[in-house]
């Protein structure tokens, strides 16, 4: 069936350092979007991403969806305790369907 | 408005009882999904509405009955339910993805956590 997986699990970050999730699919996505949810929160979106290559930024974020269209990653610099929570990749081809999640613990 | 709202926050039910949680958006989404959400795990999806019709069932045991009155609710309602089932329930809605490239974003409501004893 169709899956979203996520690497790493967990992260812990010192406060300042960089952090990236990683996210792939067994299938070709038409599109991804991405969402974080902080503990004892709600999901909220951050970003769609639909062409294949597309890179987009949101101040320190940077979001990434690979040329085959079947991996995509995020990326946080210099992390902030703000950071904190579980950021999932969600498959939106046909329905959402959310990744594995990672979760990032930031340091101060 | 870009809120959804779900009630009630908490809800504690014994096996036998009949419950409904609530979910009502006013953004004119007409796609509406309930989630299930047990700790440190990913959103699942249980069920989506298109134009107030059940498309999606993943699958989802019949203790769980969901309903779309009309656009801006949808109910979920519970019966004999499990211990198992005890979870956060989130219900979200968005514009339906055949609009793409418009943007669809998927806005969730705070979840109901339940708890079944």
């Known amino acids: 069936g169709q899956q979203v997986m996520q690497i790493p699990q967990y992260q812990h970050v010192q406060e300042g350092e960089d952090f990236t999730t990683y996210c792939n699919s067994s299938t070709t996505l038409s599109n991804i979007q991405w969402y974080k949810q902080r503990p004892g929160g709600h999901p909220v979106f951050l970003i769609q991403?639909?062409?294949?290559?597309e890179v987009k930024k949101q101040k320190r974020l940077t979001f990434q969806f690979g040329e085959a269209k079947k991996n995509s990653s995020l990326h946080i610099t210099a992390t902030q305790t703000t950071d904190v929570g579980t950021y999932f990749c969600?498959?939106?081809?046909?329905?959402?369907?959310f990744g594995t999640g990672t979760r990032l613990q930031v340091f101060p | 408005d870009t809120e959804v709202t779900q009630t009630p926050k908490h809800l504690v039910m014994g096996m036998t009882n009949k419950k409904s949680l609530k979910c009502e958006q006013h953004?004119?989404?007409?796609?509406m999904y309930w989630y299930k959400q047990k700790a440190k795990k990913p959103p699942e999806l249980m069920f989506v509405y298109s134009y107030e019709k059940l498309s999606i069932n993943e699958s989802v045991p019949s203790r769980f009955s969901p309903e779309c009155p009309n656009s801006s609710l949808l109910n979920l309602h519970l019966h004999a339910l499990q211990p198992e089932d005890s979870a956060l329930y989130l219900c979200?809605?968005?514009?339906?993805?055949?609009?793409?490239?418009?943007?669809?974003?998927?806005?969730f409501g705070q979840g109901t956590r339940l708890t079944v004893v």
């Open positions: 991403l639909v062409k294949s290559g």
């Open positions: 979200a809605s968005s514009q339906l993805p055949r609009y793409l490239p418009v943007n669809t974003e998927a806005f």
């Open positions: 969600a498959d939106n081809t046909d329905k959402l369907i």
């Open positions: 953004m004119g989404h007409r796609a």
